[in-house]
Antibody, heavy 122, light 107 residues
């Protein structure tokens, strides 16, 4: 079935790095834009990053720009988020999500992973 | 960035009630507006896309309306499984932004 499975979360000290992975299955990965969305404990959803279907364009939230890098490996059907210089405020559950054009070019997140928890603490 | 403001932040309702949640964008976004439902400990789930279109498999008691800057999510008859947090989200321009969420609780 169509699914996304995140991994790589954990507890990390401030200033350190972590790489999240999102394994896609059940669909043609290389025709979809992919996103990372995070949710801090008890808070709402925050969009983090987007990568186009072919990896040619990447966009970031201001809060992570210059520290996080989104990438994808179509040979492995996997999305990544490299997180450097981590801060306490990066503590959150990180979700990967598939972007789909529902009507014309109006897109939505139709498939989400189960999330992976990242805790930044000394 | 486009700011999305939902109201109310929370509400208490009974099974069978009609519930309305509103979402306002800080600039015109046409119908580039989606609604998601999230239950505790779970990933969000797409309910409504392009402001008024019901995602496949979502019960017909959910509906969406609006265009421009003002949007509404309506649950016509609240069911026990509908107690959750609801988020609007704009896909008009990057960065895609979410409303702060509306928590629907049992009265």
């Amino acid at each position: 079935q169509v699914q996304l499975v995140e991994s790589g979360g954990g507890v990390v000290q401030p200033g350190r790095s972590l790489r999240l992975s999102c394994a896609a299955s059940g669909f043609t990965f290389n025709i979809y834009g992919m996103h990372w969305v995070r949710q801090a404990p008890g808070k709402g959803l925050e969009w983090v990053a987007l990568i186009w279907y072919d990896g040619s364009n990447k966009y970031y939230a201001d809060s992570v720009k210059g520290r996080f890098t989104i990438s994808r490996d179509s040979s492995k059907n996997t999305l990544y988020l490299q997180m450097n210089s981590l801060r306490a405020e990066d503590t959150a559950v990180y979700y990967c999500a598939r972007e789909v054009a529902m009507i014309g070019n109006q897109e939505a997140f139709d498939i989400w992973g189960q999330g992976t928890r990242v805790t930044v603490s000394s | 960035d486009i700011q999305m403001t939902q109201s109310p932040s929370s509400l208490s309702a009974s099974v069978g009630d009609r519930v309305t949640i509103t979402c306002r964008a800080s600039q015109i976004i046409s119908t580039y507006l989606n609604w998601y439902q999230q239950k505790p400990g779970k990933a969000p789930n797409l309910l409504i896309y392009a402001a008024s279109n019901l995602e496949s498999g979502v019960p017909s008691r959910f509906s969406g309306s609006g265009s421009g800057t003002d949007f509404t999510l309506t649950i016509s008859s609240l069911q026990p499984e509908d107690f959750a947090t609801y988020y609007c989200q704009q896909s008009y321009s990057t960065p895609w932004t979410f409303g702060q969420g509306t928590k629907v609780e049992i009265k």
